[in-house]
């Protein structure tokens, strides 16, 4: 499923705006007129953590005014576009599209500049571009409304947009949730020791005494070591206060018909502070971490699932594993 977070500006004078797709953008009956946030993504975001997202990220963004008013071009691996410019409010758009990239979304940044605008046109060759800029070059029309509103909107089969989701600008939080989500650094690592004693006292019910001893000598070397390269672990903080964890362990192996990249993940360590569970941020997490192991180019991820756990992960896209092999392991 492909979305996009978007802004439909509405104008009185829209239909000039239509005049103009309706000759030039094969998309003017599918799509409104609007600016894209965010370019088309198939991430594993549910829609209610989307909608969690813009709550968050978008808490302090007021209503802004929007004047659109001249013509250009831009020419390049995105198509040959004609485009109507932003006089006022690019500010405001390119400053919701740097939060949003800088989060949630960073994984799925292409690192090219961004440039607010209303795509009004795509045209086939450059030739046929120039030709219609030469025709509109000169239009007069400002176009002037104030963005109240975010959408994340779905990609039909045919192209077409469906609305899923719409956030008002300066409506507060309806949570007064503080829980944002990033990966651990190394100054995390007193944090992240903490969380892997309480999910291994949990898992296995007890911890001895010299075991404990030994994960606090032996956990900081291995992250100062792993994390960031081979282990990735994605984060939830209230307050700056790691409250939640989830591991990705990178594994390189020859390439194989199962690893025709030769890489596969592991997940390891999902573990939520009792009192914010039932809240989604295990699902929050884990939606990272497939989103992360897409763009790293993962083979597959694999994980064993507890039974409370389960369901989480087979509403991810994880199924129960088919191997042609019996496994086994020895304990030295």
């Not at 607010?116 to 571009?129: A, D, Q, W």
């Not at 018909?257 to 993940?265: I, R």
């Not at 997490?285 to 497939?290: A, F, K, P, S, Y």
Request: charged letters at 35%.
């Amino acid at each position: 499923m492909r979305r996009t977070i978007m802004i439909f500006p509405e104008f009185e004078n829209s239909h000039v705006i239509d005049k103009i797709r309706a000759k030039y953008d094969p998309l003017a009956g599918l799509v409104r007129p609007h600016i894209t946030l965010v370019f088309p993504f198939e991430g594993q975001f549910g829609n209610d953590t989307l909608k969690r997202v813009l709550d968050r990220r978008l808490s302090g963004i007021e209503p802004f005014e929007l004047s659109v008013k001249g013509v250009s071009t831009q020419k390049g691996q995105f198509g040959n576009c004609l485009l109507l410019d932003i006089v006022k409010g690019a500010d405001e758009i390119r400053k919701i599209h740097d939060i949003l990239y800088a989060n949630e979304f960073r994984y799925y940044d292409l690192g090219f500049e961004y440039r607010p605008h209303i795509t009004v046109g795509k045209l086939p060759s450059k030739e046929l571009l120039d030709e219609a800029f030469e025709e509109i070059r000169d239009m007069e029309d400002e176009f002037n409304t104030t963005v109240r509103k975010i959408s994340v909107e779905m990609i039909g089969e045919n192209e077409e947009s469906i609305i899923l989701i719409e956030k008002t600008l300066g409506e507060e939080e309806a949570s007064e949730e503080t829980v944002v989500f990033d990966t651990a650094k190394e100054e995390d690592i007193d944090e992240l020791i903490r969380l892997r004693l309480l999910y291994m006292k949990e898992d296995f019910g007890t911890v001895s005494e010299r075991d404990e001893k030994l994960m606090r000598r032996n956990l900081p070397d291995y992250f100062r070591r792993k994390l960031g390269k081979e282990l990735v672990a994605f984060v939830a903080r209230d307050q700056g206060r790691l409250i939640a964890a989830a591991y990705l362990l990178i594994i390189e192996k020859p390439a194989s018909v199962l690893l025709p990249h030769g890489l596969m993940g592991e997940v390891l360590s999902v573990y939520t502070e009792e009192r914010y569970r039932g809240k989604g941020i295990c699902s929050h997490l884990i939606e990272d971490l497939i989103a992360y192991g897409k763009n790293a180019g993962l083979d597959r991820i694999d994980l064993k699932a507890t039974d409370d756990g389960y369901n989480v992960y087979k509403n991810k896209g994880f199924d129960d594993s088919r191997s042609r092999y019996k496994p086994m392991d020895l304990i030295l």
